[in-house]
């Protein structure tokens, strides 16, 4: 039986969520590039970096903060340490007047592995689109499926091409239920 993965998501449904915004440097300052932490690959981060609460409200153990920079309180770094430590970055944070220590959970692997044929609707960067480099990068994908066979061992990565994508295996996606972690969904690709 092939492994199964998901789309690890924000729970934007919580009723009195907290917001996060974009990670900052020790200055106050956005961070000069906030997608590196949703590029698929190890980080050189600026020590020490904070998130500011744009909307207080109920602490979530799981967010995404401005640029879909996914946030972990250390129950959840404590599951994907234990079950991934070979495909995560865990990059101290401090969310503004919370107690921490938070993390910011960086996925160290991209994958190339989005099933075209499976996925709802595909559309790829042209020639005419005036980017030519993300020519032949993915622009929407709808439905995402990927083709487990090109996954290998990876218990979490992002897609090739399409990096907004935070996919983790079934185990994981166990271990957080088991342990009621808030502020996730989770959707089968």
């Not at 919580?14 to 949703?38: C, H, K, S, T, Y």
């Not at 500011?52 to 401005?66: C, I, Q, R, W």
Request: hydrophobic share 40%; aromatic share 8%; net charge negative.
């Amino acid at each position: 039986m092939p492994r199964r993965y998901f789309r690890l998501l924000d729970d934007v449904t919580i009723p009195g969520r907290w917001d996060l915004g974009v990670p900052q440097d020790a200055r106050g300052n956005e961070v000069e590039d906030p997608w590196m932490f949703r590029e698929g690959q190890p980080v050189a981060s600026p020590q020490p970096l904070s998130i500011p609460v744009e909307h207080p409200g109920t602490p979530l153990e799981f967010s995404l903060a401005g640029f879909s920079t996914p946030v972990v309180h250390p129950r959840v770094a404590a599951i994907f340490s234990e079950l991934a430590a070979q495909d995560i970055q865990l990059v101290p944070v401090d969310v503004r007047e919370h107690v921490g220590p938070y993390s910011i959970l960086v996925a160290t692997r991209l994958i190339r592995c989005i099933d075209d044929e499976a996925s709802e609707e595909v559309i790829r960067w042209m020639p005419q689109d005036g980017r030519p480099d993300r020519v032949g990068q993915y622009r929407d994908v709808d439905g995402l499926r990927i083709d487990p066979t090109q996954v290998g061992d990876a218990k979490v990565f992002r897609t090739w091409g399409w990096s907004i994508a935070l996919i983790v295996s079934e185990d994981i996606k166990r271990a957080l239920e088991r342990i009621r972690a808030t502020g996730m969904r989770f959707t089968e690709v």
